[in-house]
């Protein structure tokens, strides 16, 4: 099913402005989007052999004269080794300058074929058509590429804006379940931390989002990309306001390492940092106990949350010493004020972390 008019939001980045296309059958648009961003013949697309065993047909149809970059995606192939076969490959290929890459699959794939696009030759031109929910509403928007080192999670990178980014929520239909649900729990942290509106109508429409009928998923897509570009044109280098979009990154990330990257999907462990976020918002009086039982009510309805009960408060505290988000020795921490409301505090104290974290059942 095709639809003629993708919903368009404008991307306002310091570093450059480019259009963002939502919706069903945007993919059948792509060779004229490419064509109004600037994108000469030459043109390749990173991706993995799992997007493309799914929809490179589909895209073959629609650019048939590009080249393909097939790579390994999941997080562990998120390495500078991954970044070398692209550069390899297109230098392999003759790619000049002139040159335009795509990527085509998860935020894996966004972020390495987007560091490469950053990097080869000092940078070509970059357009991400992303085919995970997260990456859709999240990673393809905003610039942020790179790759993690064996030391830690996006240790290299760079802000490098794509000049389009095209998404067509029909290519979801194949997501396995638990990596949709990771998704619908980031657009959930949009609509907490940044836009009750949102959350109303991810409320109002959470059958029809989680059996992925496009109508509904379209606009909600389009609402995260429009969030996070209005903050990504205010601080584009996270300095201020992007900060806002950690909401339930603190204890997200620190869980994450906790259980090695394997037991939980980002999106899985940002849940447990939303609830986490919500208790301490709660035991400060700054949350009311009702919006916090309509978040934990929002994420529980989603689905099961692998259990995290057998992990000890204590440790979480070590990894969340580490993270990239304490500045000067101050753990930066995002608490709701209310659905929609967030605000930045850097004094929440160990003590009001290990009390949260017990709530969510973790071990002394
Ligand atoms: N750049 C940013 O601002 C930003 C923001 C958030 C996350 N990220 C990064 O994104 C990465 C996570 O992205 P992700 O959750 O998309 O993971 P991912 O790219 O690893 O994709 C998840 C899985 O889904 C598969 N897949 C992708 N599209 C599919 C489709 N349409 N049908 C079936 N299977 C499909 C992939 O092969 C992979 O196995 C992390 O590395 C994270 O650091 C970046
Ligand atoms: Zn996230």
Known sequence: MSHPHPLRIDIAAPSRAYPVL??????????????AAGFGPSRYVVSSPTVMGFWGEPLHQVLPDSTPIVVPDGERHKTLGGVSRIYEALLKAGADRSAGLLTFGGGVIGDMGGFAAATYMRGILLAHVPTTLLA????????KVGVNLPGGKNLVGAFYQPSVVVID?????????????????EVIKYGVACDAALFGIVMR???PLTRRDTGALSPVIAACCRVKGEIVAGDERESGGRRVLNFGHTVGHAL??????RRLLHGEAVAYGMLAACAIACARGVLPAADRATVASAIAQLGPLPPVNDLSAAAQLEFMRHDKKVHEGRLHFVLPAGIG????VTDVSEDELLRALRELGLDE
Not at 22 to 35: F, N
Not at 256 to 261: F, I, P, R, S, V
Request: net charge negative; proline share 4%; glycine share 14%.
């Open 169 to 185: 929520p029909e290519v979801l239909a194949t997501l396995p379940r638990r990596e949709f649900r990771a998704g619908l729990y």
């Open 341 to 344: 409301v967030s605000q930045i």
């Open 22 to 35: 939502v919706g069903s059958g945007a993919l059948a648009q792509l060779g004229a989007a490419l064509d």
């Open 256 to 261: 994450e390492a906790a259980t090695k990257y």
């Open 205 to 207: 429409d959470l059958g």
């Open 136 to 143: 859709q509403v999240d990673a393809a928007i905003g610039g």
